[in-house]
């Protein structure tokens, strides 16, 4: 075991197991508990997920709210009741022409609204929809704004279309397979999914969780924050840290070349995190302190 470290790792989890299972071989091989995953992928899904471990689970929210890229396989002529291969076929239909799918997956591209599953997490009356779908009942789950930034045909194969999707969070790529069907008059569902990319994040960057090499594959301090857009890494003077870490009120004057077009900001004393603080209203305030350093400058 080693000494449990603050940071993420980039793991390519596989079909077969859920998101929350996945993470068990990580927080064996980082002798830690504090981890938590940045989007789920469904249990037939593989691919990328960001994990993070420690202190850095803060940024959670950060992650989750990153651009995703899939690869998929929608089979047309039938419809799941999950969406995926692990529901029951509700309905059946012919398998429309390629020229058919081509024309409506236009329709599909830019800023859309969607409906996600009824077998998803979204929560309703604070419940899960998959819960009330389990129980028997219908989820009424309002539609939301999604935008597609790209929709690539990969193959055709009928009844099979390989396709690779660019999409911003809280798509939901069964919904599309649905919706898709539906708009050809015919039925579809996933067969197949692998999430590509989550920011800059991309499948090659990624390992497998047996495979994860602790001191080397763990991700942290300025190159982890450098994946989040919209932060910009500062580096500040050592004798300002006894004021930060007491939570002294902050002013941008304390950092030079800050640029305040930027709405975070992640403070550095060489290459250690020392907080992250937002611009809210003209004014700088907190997001969180790092607590590693109490013992160097509090003493």
């Not at 990580?26 to 420690?54: C, E």
């Not at 969406?83 to 509700?90: F, N, Q, S, T």
């Not at 999409?167 to 919904?175: A, F, H, N, V």
Request: one cysteine or more; glycine letters at 8%; aromatic letters at 8%.
């Amino acid at each position: 075991m080693i000494e449990t470290k603050s940071g993420a790792v980039f793991i390519n989890k596989p079909s077969g197991i859920t998101s929350f299972k996945s993470l068990d071989t990580i927080k064996r091989k980082l002798s830690t508990r504090k981890i938590g995953h940045t989007g789920t992928l469904d249990k037939f899904a593989s691919g990328v997920m960001i994990v993070l471990i420690g202190k850095m689970t803060k940024l959670a929210g950060y992650f989750t709210g990153l651009d995703k890229e899939y690869e998929a396989v929608f089979s047309f002529g039938k419809e799941t009741t999950t969406l995926d291969p692990e529901g029951e076929v509700i309905a059946e239909s012919e398998v429309p022409d390629l020229s058919v799918i081509r024309e409506k997956i236009e329709s599909f591209k830019g800023v859309i609204r969607q409906v996600p599953p009824a077998y998803s997490a979204v929560h309703i009356n604070g419940k899960r929809a998959y819960e009330l779908a389990r129980e028997g009942g219908t989820p009424e789950i309002k539609d939301r704004e999604i935008t597609i930034y790209n929709f690539e045909i990969l193959s055709w194969e009928s009844p099979d279309l390989t396709v690779r999707i660019a999409c911003s969070k809280g798509t939901y790529i069964r919904s599309i397979a649905r919706d898709l069907g539906r708009s050809c008059g015919s039925h579809a569902y996933v067969t197949s999914l692998k999430r590509t990319a989550v920011g800059e994040v991309r499948i090659e960057n990624t390992v497998v969780s047996d495979e994860l090499d602790p001191e080397n594959d763990l991700v942290r301090g300025k190159n982890l924050f450098s994946l989040l857009p919209n932060i910009q890494i500062l580096p500040v003077r050592r004798e300002i840290i006894p004021g930060i870490l007491n939570g002294r009120q902050l002013d941008s004057a304390l950092f030079p070349g800050i640029d305040l077009s930027y709405t975070q900001f992640a403070l550095f004393l060489e290459e250690r995190f020392v907080a992250l603080i937002s611009k809210e209203m003209q004014r700088l305030k907190y997001n969180f302190v790092s607590g590693d350093l109490y013992g160097s400058f509090m003493e």
